[in-house]
């Protein structure tokens, strides 16, 4: 929301993913629907958009006490038994959103995406109408204002990021977990990248992370960023026919993006929700990396176990035998960009004050140099 927005009263805000949702096949097209797909832009502010939605009349259905979450890129709406994305209005050049036409493209892409690990999740893109007499609803007869990703909400307590030491956890939920990735995997086209590609790309977002990480605004270690890039570079430079031999065999496939604890759902039916959507280029990585950065989630959490499990289980059933070296690169790599998202909290005002960010950080960076060790 932008800056100095009031929340309407009565509403919850908490900073967490959007990941209390699942899904069904998506329902006929209603005539309400149809009469509103003109894409009329309207000058709405997106502050009486979210008023609006804390309303009852809004909803085409039983809501109970609707419950409203905000994350750094939209709202998310626990309305009855279901839940609805409304995306924030962004204006970085990675996550245009002005248009409504091209917020319905954003969310219609994110909802193709989203289906790839949760094939029984996502249900459809509706819009969010204003009739004449100025009354917003869904899904409603009237000019479309904007455009939202309803889903089917999930029991919070069945996700991996509340189930750290319970019986949820066990051998055979996480073999039916890097089964369902695996076959993820093996799905997608490996893309085509030769060694000094690859190996730019991977030095480039390293040097990306230095830049940020080193801000003056976010009053980070110094001391401890430069060390960790420049053991980064120098393992780089030293196992650039590693790196290689994994863009050459065809490793580089396009992934979830964003295999964080709190987007894996472990109830029925299994899913994974929530991709990395805005940005394709950003869901392009190695598997063994995506599988390192949920490794570094679980040790953060206390439960490295859970990740190396994952890794080991997904190496046999792949039959990849790339070194512990590679593995522990990435899971720095992983670490040391999640500091640096972590960290630009610090310069978002919905946010700055909600948690000690500068030492959540400062415990990526740690973890970051310490998978070094052994490189």
Same mark, same amino acid.
């Given at each position: ?166 019986? !949820?956890?066990?051998? %055979?939920? *996480?073999?039916? /977990?890097?089964?369902? $990735? &695996? =076959? ?97 280029? !950003?869901?392009?990585? %190695?598997? *063994?990396?995506? /599988?390192?950065?949920? $490794? &570094? =989630? ?78």
């Amino acid at each position: 929301m932008p800056a100095g927005t009031q929340v309407p009263a009565g509403v919850f805000v908490h900073e967490a993913g959007t990941g209390l949702i699942m899904h069904m096949a998506s329902p006929p097209e209603t005539e309400a629907r149809q009469a509103c797909l003109s894409d009329v832009p309207l000058d709405v502010p997106l502050s009486d958009k979210v008023r609006a939605l804390q309303s009852a009349d809004a909803w085409p259905h039983a809501t109970g006490s609707i419950e409203i979450i905000e994350t750094h890129f939209a709202w998310v709406f626990l309305a009855g038994d279901y839940a609805y994305k409304l995306k924030k209005i962004m204006g970085n050049a990675a996550m245009t959103h002005q248009s409504l036409a091209v917020r319905r493209q954003l969310c219609e892409r994110e909802l193709h995406l989203n289906r790839r690990l949760a094939p029984t999740i996502y249900l459809d893109v509706v819009p969010l109408t204003m009739d004449s007499n100025r009354r917003m609803r869904i899904d409603a007869a009237g000019d479309a204002m904007d455009w939202l990703i309803r889903m089917r909400r999930l029991e919070r307590n069945c996700f991996l990021d509340r189930n750290w030491h319970s019986p !949820l956890v066990n051998a %055979d939920t *996480l073999q039916r /977990l890097i089964l369902m $990735l &695996v =076959e993820f995997y093996q799905r997608q086209s490996p893309e085509q990248w030769d060694v000094a590609a690859y190996c730019n790309r991977l030095k480039a977002q390293v040097n990306d992370n230095e830049r940020e990480l080193t801000s003056p605004e976010l009053g980070l270690s110094g001391e401890i960023i430069r060390t960790l890039t420049e053991r980064q570079r120098k393992f780089m430079e030293q196992s650039a026919q590693l790196l290689g031999q994994r863009a050459l065999g065809g490793k580089i496939i396009e992934v979830h993006g964003d295999l964080r604890p709190e987007h894996i759902y472990l109830g029925t039916p299994m899913c994974v929700i929530d991709c990395l959507e805005f940005d394709r280029d !950003l869901r392009l990585m %190695d598997p *063994l990396e995506e /599988l390192a950065f949920l $490794l &570094v =989630e679980c040790s953060v959490a206390g439960a490295a176990w859970i990740g190396h499990d994952l890794i080991a289980a997904y190496q046999r059933l792949c039959n990849d035998n790339a070194p512990d070296a590679l593995l522990n690169f990435y899971a720095s790599h992983r670490a040391a960009t999640r500091a640096k998202i972590v960290a630009w909290h610090l310069l978002d005002p919905q946010f700055r004050d909600r948690a000690d960010w500068r030492a959540i950080a400062g415990q990526y960076l740690h973890l970051a140099l310490s998978h070094l060790a052994t490189c």
